[in-house]
């Protein structure tokens, strides 16, 4: 009987050594299905901020990170914080957690950024990396609260038993008031064709962007001399153009600018989205920085066809066809 258990027991041990020389399987490299985004909200006006979440699992045996957000000055979107934490799994696994509010630009369906998974075992290992193009999207609404849908209703009629005056009175202080409505808005529609139709736009804006160098050498903040930059660049379009560029959305003005075929369009369109992301995401822009696009400005604004395509090539935008108008009125 002794023997018998001896046998089992060296069976036993067999097995576990067995068991123990086969090598354990390794987990593979980080995949896309490793990979979860999230959007929150998934519509929001231009200007409002997304916190954009994204998780990746892995098993714990290597270092991973994500870089290469591509978000910026010429995308839809611009990161303004970041933060990431890591927490192990009951299941031993690792989940590795980056949070970033995006600032959101333009106008309609955005696809979310893609970014860059690397991942490395130990500091003399080479890094594996691959890009992950998220396929949800967020919807970005125009400026406008479109939350009324309805009709207020209308206030019930006087009962009788009044006197006739108690009617006239507010009758004619309401007549007095539209007509007084009526000439300011007709007065003033008449004083803004004829300044437009009087006034050199080139000329005009290029007074106002040697105002408003001499301002920030005197001290004006570069934040402010942005918001100051867009307001030049509306009211010149608004006056070279002839339509309302004062009350558009930068997305508006870019349709405007592209149904006429403006030279260099693409150029003005980056001055306007920095100026938007200053505003609405607090951006801090430095004296240069500001200086810089003054320059931009006043190159679009006074450049000939040549001049303009050659801007336009430098910001990677295709040359016009020739016929198509220029943006200024150089002299």
Same mark, same amino acid.
């Given at each position: ?172 202080? #309401? ?92 150029? #003005? ?63």
């Amino acid at each position: 009987m002794s023997a018998r258990y001896s046998r089992l027991w060296v069976a036993v041990l067999a097995a576990c050594a067995l068991l123990f020389a086969i090598p354990q399987g390794v987990a593979g490299p980080v995949g896309a299905a490793d990979v979860t985004v999230r959007a929150d909200p998934d519509s929001l006006f231009a200007g409002e901020r997304l916190n954009y979440l994204i998780v990746v699992h892995h098993d714990g045996g290597r270092s991973v990170a994500v870089d290469n957000l591509q978000a910026g000055p010429s995308t839809a979107f611009e990161a303004v914080r970041r933060s990431q934490s890591s927490k192990r799994l009951p299941d031993g696994s690792v989940e590795l957690r980056v949070s970033v509010d995006l600032a959101t630009f333009g106008k309609g369906p955005q696809r979310l950024p893609g970014f860059t998974v690397v991942e490395w075992r130990d500091a003399r290992s080479k890094a594996s990396r691959f890009i992950f193009r998220p396929a949800s999207s967020v919807v970005v609404m125009a400026a406008t609260d479109s939350t009324m849908t309805q009709l207020r209703p209308s206030a019930p009629p006087f009962g009788p038993g009044f006197l006739p005056w108690l009617v006239i009175v507010p009758v004619a202080g #309401v007549a007095l008031l539209l007509a007084f409505a009526i000439f300011f808005l007709l007065k003033r529609t008449i004083l803004k064709n004829s300044a437009a139709g009087l006034i050199n736009p080139s000329r005009f804006a290029r007074q106002k962007l040697r105002s408003l160098d001499r301002q920030l050498s005197k001290g004006l903040a570069p934040a402010e001399g942005y918001e100051a930059l867009s307001n030049i660049l509306r009211q010149y379009l608004q006056y070279q153009y002839r339509f309302r560029a004062m009350e558009q959305v930068t997305q508006e003005i870019a349709d405007e600018l592209e149904g006429r075929g403006v030279r260099a369009r693409e150029v #003005v369109l980056k001055l306007l989205l920095r100026a938007d992301f200053i505003k609405f995401a607090d951006g801090r822009p430095d004296i240069g920085e500001c200086r810089s696009s003054l320059k931009i400005a006043t190159a679009f604004i006074t450049g000939t066809p040549e001049q303009l395509d050659a801007l336009a090539q430098q910001a990677g935008e295709a040359p016009a066809p020739a016929g198509q108008p220029v943006s200024g009125n150089p002299e």
